[in-house]
């Protein structure tokens, strides 16, 4: 089932242009991540499944519903996001959080119902810290903190989840962590992921598809090893790597030195 359908899509920030006529599609039930060099517009199509951005032209189906016809809210049953910063909400204990996703996805605004306490809690249990649920957002850890908005993002209970940079600024431990809940949300709840990464050895590891997107729009979009290789990294990119093979997954690694004339200029 094709969960997101992306026809003719235009957009445009005052004279720039950044997508012109991109067709895309993702199937319900993967993980995808999204990647290219810094100004690709890799956020902006973030936002703009997301319907927080609107496109000059062209068409995204979310589910079969057109979404930019509907206002922000009434898409909320459709689409959860987990931005790349939240800023620190002082005084918030860890379910008042998460409960602020179902105040999102609900009518109504004021009571909490049984089914929103339940959803807090399995959504807390999946992301490994209803032992947390009492304490004050802004005394966890940065990994911990960034498991908080993935459970916020899971109690509204949607099909889609978009995430910018879900594992920025997390050490390496932590990372794994998050790789390792969506493809287990991937699996288990059949969520469709669809996320921004700059770290294209994770994605390589735990990606179904990659769309790559580069500086003058260019989109290459398929399978992890149709479109991780040395020659689109290098097109894309615009700089040698060495490819290291482990397993089944490749890895990329800067030839330190090695940059075309266009970035030494």
Not at 96 to 109: D, L
Not at 131 to 154: F, K, M, W
Not at 166 to 195: C, F, G, N, W
Request: charged share 25%; proline share 4%.
């Amino acid at each position: 089932m094709k969960m997101i359908q992306v026809s003719h899509l235009s957009f445009a920030y005052a004279e720039t242009p950044i997508f012109q006529d991109l067709n895309l599609e993702i199937e319900g039930g993967t993980l995808c991540g999204i990647i290219g060099p810094n100004g690709a517009g890799k956020s902006t199509l973030l936002k703009l499944l997301a319907g927080q951005l609107r496109p000059d032209g062209g068409r995204i189906i979310v589910a079969g519903k057109d979404i930019h016809p509907r206002i922000s809210k009434t898409h909320a049953d459709l689409i959860a996001t987990v931005p790349q910063e939240t800023a620190l909400v002082f005084g918030y204990t860890v379910s008042e959080i998460v409960m602020m996703a179902r105040f999102i996805q609900k009518k109504r605004v004021l009571f909490e119902h049984p089914d929103d306490w339940k959803a807090i809690e399995e959504a807390l249990h999946e992301t490994g810290i209803l032992h947390l649920a009492d304490r004050p957002i802004n005394h966890l850890s940065g990994g911990e903190r960034q498991r908080v908005y993935l459970a916020r993002a899971l109690a509204q209970e949607t099909p889609v989840l978009l995430l910018d940079e879900p594992a920025s600024h997390l050490d390496m431990k932590h990372q794994t962590m998050v790789y390792e809940l969506l493809r287990r949300l991937e699996r288990d709840k059949k969520k469709t992921i669809i996320m921004v990464t700059h770290d294209l050895n994770l994605a390589g590891q735990y990606c179904d598809t990659i769309v790559m997107l580069g500086k003058n729009g260019q989109v290459l979009h398929g399978r992890v090893k149709d479109i991780l290789n040395e020659r689109t990294i290098r097109n894309i990119f615009d700089t040698d790597c060495h490819v290291i093979s482990s397993g089944d997954f490749n890895f990329f690694i800067p030839k330190a030195g090695h940059f075309s004339e266009s970035i030494v200029k």
